[in-house]
């Protein structure tokens, strides 16, 4: 691996690490719950890796794993009991749920104290107040790895690709609490190339392998890619590879910092779910 690389696994090993000190100190052990519906293949590994890490840092965790055919007011009703419950400090329900069912009826149920997270309106509304919250998980561990990268962020300029509701805006809002000038790119952006080169902080949140060209990229800068693509590669035994949003190869000999995808931001998401799970319970038990 090359100097520039950003090690998304030894920050998140480290963050999940400051997060089992925590544990040891509370006077309670915190309980984080996971809502799975249905029976898609990637949640379930999403959903282990979770409860495998929330264990493992010493927190408990409460599994609800529902039929794809359980109907939306079950599933509003499961939510409903681990809100009522003392005992449990975060609720996660997994994404996508089964398509009969409303996400956004069922996220606006879950409440915003246990919104690890950070999905509701009310987590969503504290972030643009500025008010203390819950802050999504994602847009956490790409605030943390720039930390990491370049220490005080006050005045970078910061180009987001994307404007999703769990990405993109969120990461916006949390780069300009960091006193960085931030742009939302999109899929209608004029001289999209042109602005990313602008980034001295480049996230491209996109969902489209390997978008990111090398002279998109201005020389030096720090390139967090969320992407998480599954593409075919016929050299592989599974015959797919997972590739980011940014052509790696391209881009890597140009960015002065640059996240592997896998190996960057996804195993910070996990680590910002265990922090918030222990935020959570310090704000709701003292
Ligand atoms: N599905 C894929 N990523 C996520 C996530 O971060 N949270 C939830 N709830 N579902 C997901």
């Known amino acids: 691996m090359s100097g520039n690389l950003i090690d998304g696994k030894q920050v998140a090993a480290r963050l999940r690490n400051d997060v089992a000190v925590a544990v040891k100190s509370l006077a309670v052990t915190p309980t ?33 794993r529902l039929p794809a055919d359980t109907s939306e007011d079950a599933v509003v009703e499961t939510v409903r ?7 449990v400090d975060g609720i996660l329900v997994q994404l996508p749920l089964p398509d ?8 606006a149920e879950i409440d915003p104290d246990k919104d690890v997270d950070g999905l509701t309106e009310v987590s969503a509304g504290r972030l643009l107040l500025g008010k203390s919250g819950l802050r999504p998980c994602t847009p956490t561990g790409c605030v943390i790895l720039a930390k990491e990268t370049l220490g005080d962020l006050t005045g970078k300029h910061c180009v ?43 996230i491209p949140a996109v969902g489209r392998p390997n978008m990111v060209k090398a002279d998109w990229i201005k020389a030096g800068a ?31 000999p140009v960015a002065g910092a640059i996240t592997p995808v896998p190996g960057g931001v996804g195993p910070m998401t996990i680590a910002c779910l265990l922090r918030n799970t222990v935020l959570a319970a310090c704000a709701r038990r003292g």
């Open 32 to 64: 984080l719950a996971v809502v799975l519906v249905g029976d898609d293949p990637a949640s379930h590994v999403y959903v282990r890796n979770k409860i495998k890490f929330t264990r493992e840092t010493g927190m408990n965790s409460v599994e609800q």
């Open 81 to 87: 009991a681990l809100n009522a419950d003392p005992d």
């Open 100 to 107: 009969h069912i409303n996400s956004n009826r069922v996220i």
């Open 160 to 202: 987001v690709i994307g404007r999703s509701i769990l990405v993109g805006k969120p990461t916006a809002l949390l780069f300009l609490e960091q006193n960085c000038t931030v742009t939302i790119a999109h899929s209608r952006t004029e001289n999209l190339s042109i602005v990313c080169r602008g980034a001295d902080i480049l």
């Open 222 to 252: 720090c390139v967090i890619d969320v992407g998480i693509n599954r593409i075919e590669d016929a050299s592989r035994k599974s015959g797919t590879r997972l590739v980011g949003d940014v052509d790696f190869a391209e881009a890597e």
